[in-house]
């Protein structure tokens, strides 16, 4: 499997305008979550998806952003309009339970590095 | 949900072993031990996990105290390449629950 895929890598926008990120998790994965990191705030969880259908999304900073999932291989979190304080990098993560070993590890994709100008 | 304190920094020697070290002193019975690293520019990844028992994987090695107030992550030999942020996690072992993510640990190996 590819891994989870995220794109674009890179994007430097200016503010004000709309920033849409893009997240392929791995098939067969049932849970999907979106994290941003920052220098300031560290790692933390913004959303996440079970079955395509958003469970938790108390991390969203506000109402500037929103995410969906359509279908089980594609997710989007959209920011509009952007500000330069959501200058960061934003990761995309999927997981299942394995039934086996007890866990549900969380795959990360490399991520989104945002920069808004 | 409860905390787990790291040192925010450490050192290491190539080809030595490493012992990042985690407090849990509020850890309640559910709670699984995880622990994540996130190599420069990349994505955070699993690395161990364990409830009571010490573990081994390929990776690493996770030592948890009898009274599970805490636990060490032994890498046995240091390479370049473990230099990351490694992150202890607690969290009960269901599908779909967050990782909170702390500070973490700096790893530094040197050559």
């Known amino acids: 499997d590819a891994g989870v895929i995220q794109s674009p890598r890179h994007e430097v926008t200016e503010m004000g305008q709309e920033v849409t990120l893009r997240c392929k998790p791995i098939?067969?994965?049932?849970?999907l979550f979106w994290y941003r990191q920052t220098m300031m705030r560290g790692l933390e969880l913004l959303i996440y998806?079970?079955?395509?259908?958003?469970?938790?999304d108390s991390g969203m900073p506000e109402d500037r952003f929103s995410a969906k999932m359509p279908n089980a291989s594609f997710s989007t979190l959209k920011i509009q309009p952007s500000e330069p304080r959501d200058s960061a990098v934003y990761f995309c993560?999927?997981?299942?339970?394995?039934?086996?070993?007890?866990?549900?590890?969380?795959?990360f994709g490399p991520g989104t590095r945002l920069t808004v100008l | 949900d409860a905390k787990t304190t790291q040192p925010n920094s450490m050192e290491s020697n190539e080809e030595e072993p490493v012992h990042l070290p985690c407090n849990h002193s509020?850890?309640?019975?559910?709670?699984?031990i995880h622990w994540y690293r996130q190599l420069p520019s990349q994505g955070p990844e699993y690395v161990i996990h364990?409830?009571?028992s010490n573990v081994n994987n390929r990776m690493a090695s996770l030592a948890i105290a009898e009274d599970r107030k805490s636990s060490t992550l032994i890498l046995h030999r240091a390479t370049l390449r473990d230099a990351a942020v490694y992150y202890c996690?607690?969290?009960?072992?269901?599908?779909?629950?967050?990782?909170?993510f702390g500070g973490g640990t700096r790893l530094m190996v040197k050559p």
């Open positions: 996690i607690l969290r009960v072992n269901n599908a779909g629950n967050m990782l909170t």
């Open positions: 998806f079970n079955n395509n259908v958003p469970i938790d």
């Open positions: 993560a999927s997981s299942t339970l394995d039934g086996r070993r007890l866990t549900d590890t969380q795959y």
């Open positions: 509020t850890i309640s019975g559910t709670d699984y």
């Open positions: 364990g409830l009571t």
């Open positions: 098939s067969g994965h049932d849970y």
